[in-house]
């Protein structure tokens, strides 16, 4: 009888502390940077700083998935203040909102799992969706200087051509 006990208490206790360890209602505000100049870059970063409280004062331990799939660990810069980072091709950058799915360190290895057995990665519940605005990058003129200077160049030798054979005419 002491075994049920003493075993019943320790289930207790380790369920307590697997529902204290999680964010219950979690509250978030995001603020978001992206490279603005990429006339000679070949890859944009973009960033996005949140702060996130949870109504029982957790600060978990934070793992943020994108949409193409890769899940990496988010950096805490300060109290309640996270950052996830990422970089992207400026051939295939746009502008828009990026949806990173925020996972604690249960639902991380929860989505490992689902991840490993082939089942759906948008099965497991994440803590929250949080939305970061990517803004476009000035990628340089529509017309390069050099393409105008040659143009230039050949209409004011026309010109002068065209006039030449006039005058000798």
């Not at 996972?103 to 939305?131: C, H, M, P, W």
């Not at 970061?132 to 160049?153: C, D, M, N, R």
Request: aromatic share 10%; proline share 3%.
């Amino acid at each position: 009888m002491r075994q049920i006990l003493i075993g019943f208490w320790i289930g207790f206790c380790i369920t307590n502390a697997v529902q204290a360890s999680s964010c219950n209602n979690p509250k978030v505000t995001v603020t978001s940077f992206s490279t603005e100049d990429a006339t000679i870059l070949t890859q944009l970063a973009h960033i996005g700083e949140f702060s996130l409280k949870c109504s029982n004062e957790i600060k978990p331990n934070l793992f943020a998935e994108f949409p193409c799939g890769k899940v990496v660990p988010v950096a805490r810069v300060a109290d309640n203040q996270y950052q996830v980072s990422w970089i992207e091709d400026v051939k295939r950058s746009s502008s828009g909102s990026v949806v990173v799915r925020l996972f604690d360190e249960e639902g991380y290895s929860s989505l490992r799992k689902a991840q490993r057995d082939g089942a759906k990665a948008s099965n497991v519940k994440s803590i929250i969706d949080v939305t970061v605005t990517t803004k476009g990058a000035y990628k340089g003129p529509w017309v390069k200087a050099e393409l105008v200077a040659a143009f230039l160049i050949a209409g004011v030798a026309y010109f002068a051509i065209t006039t030449k054979n006039k005058v000798q005419s």
